[in-house]
Each structure stands twice: as structure tokens, then as C-alpha cells.
């Protein structure tokens, strides 16, 4: 069972993500503090992190690109998510796998983190394959 944390500090955004998440067959560790996310990593090694960009007093993408610099977390994939559609761009500069906007159909929501962790998981050689960069369907 694929394991995933997600970080949102909308409770209401947080709870149903999770439900949904935990419906289709994957672990959940949701969390509503941003200062919560190295300590649930270490305790819960996730296969994923769907991370929130808006947080209160912090910046998803910071937080991410603190995940992708350290060499025993680098590998774990982070799929950002925002109700700005505009951040999508700004992915790159943290090294994020995939971005989703909100609001969400939960079918790409549940494709986008299945098609991740799957691109994530070492091919015949032991390698790792590359990132997979998704964006909703308009």
C-alpha cells in the first residue's frame, strides 16, 4: 500500500483529501502544520508528499525544495497543490515531480499521484525513471 503525506492547512481541504485518498487504497498521514513535515517524514516515510504552496507562514515550495536538497529525502516525490493556477510554473524551481490545482476532479488528483510514485519506482536496472509533469485537462 502506497504511503502518502499530505500537507494543507485547510482543515476542510485536508480531510477530504484524505478520505478520498484513504477510499482508493492508499495510506494517509495528512497534516495541517507545515513545522509537522520532517518529523511525519521520519515517523511515517511517505511514498509521496502532496504539498500545499499557500501555508500559513511558510511557502510550499521552500518546503520542498528543503525535501529534494536533503540526500535522505531527495527521492521521495512531491506533487505541489494551489488554488492559484498560476504557480504551476513555479514547480520547477523546487524540483517538484507534478502540480495540481485546486479545486481538483479527484480522478486527476488520484491519477497524478498513482502516475508519480509509479515513474518514482526503480526500473529494471535499479534507476529511477524521470519525473512525470501533469497538468489538468481544461
Same mark, same amino acid.
Given at each position: 500500500?502506497?504511503?502518502?503525506?499530505?500537507?494543507?492547512?485547510?482543515?476542510?481541504?485536508?480531510?477530504?483529501?484524505?478520505?478520498?485518498?484513504?477510499?482508493?487504497?492508499?495510506?494517509? &498521514?495528512?497534516?495541517?502544520?507545515?513545522?509537522?513535515?520532517?518529523?511525519? /517524514? =521520519?515517523?511515517?516515510?511517505?511514498?509521496?508528499? +502532496? @504539498?500545499?504552496?499557500?501555508?500559513?507562514?511558510?511557502?510550499?515550495?521552500?518546503?520542498?525544495?528543503?525535501?529534494?536538497?536533503?540526500?535522505?529525502?531527495?527521492?521521495?516525490?512531491?506533487?505541489?497543490?494551489?488554488?492559484?493556477?498560476?504557480? &504551476?510554473?513555479?514547480?520547477?524551481?523546487?524540483?517538484?515531480?507534478?502540480? /495540481? =490545482?485546486?479545486?481538483?476532479?479527484?480522478?486527476? +488528483? @488520484?491519477?497524478?499521484?498513482?502516475?508519480?510514485?509509479?515513474?518514482?519506482?526503480?526500473?529494471?536496472?535499479?534507476?529511477?525513471?524521470?519525473?512525470?509533469?501533469?497538468?489538468?485537462?481544461?
Amino acid at each position: 500500500m502506497d504511503k502518502i503525506l499530505v500537507v494543507d492547512d485547510d482543515f476542510d481541504i485536508l480531510t477530504l483529501v484524505k478520505m478520498s485518498l484513504s477510499l482508493h487504497g492508499f495510506q494517509v &498521514e495528512a497534516i495541517p502544520r507545515w513545522e509537522d513535515v520532517d518529523s511525519t /517524514i =521520519a515517523s511515517f516515510w511517505p511514498d509521496l508528499v +502532496l @504539498l500545499d504552496i499557500s501555508l500559513a507562514g511558510a511557502d510550499g515550495r521552500e518546503i520542498c525544495r528543503k525535501i529534494k536538497s536533503d540526500d535522505v529525502t531527495k527521492h521521495i516525490p512531491v506533487v505541489l497543490f494551489s488554488a492559484n493556477a498560476d504557480m &504551476e510554473k513555479s514547480m520547477y524551481s523546487c524540483n517538484a515531480q507534478a502540480f /495540481i =490545482a485546486k479545486p481538483y476532479e479527484l480522478q486527476h +488528483l @488520484l491519477n497524478t499521484i498513482r502516475t508519480t510514485i509509479d515513474s518514482n519506482k526503480p526500473g529494471p536496472a535499479g534507476e529511477q525513471s524521470m519525473p512525470v509533469f501533469m497538468t489538468p485537462l481544461l
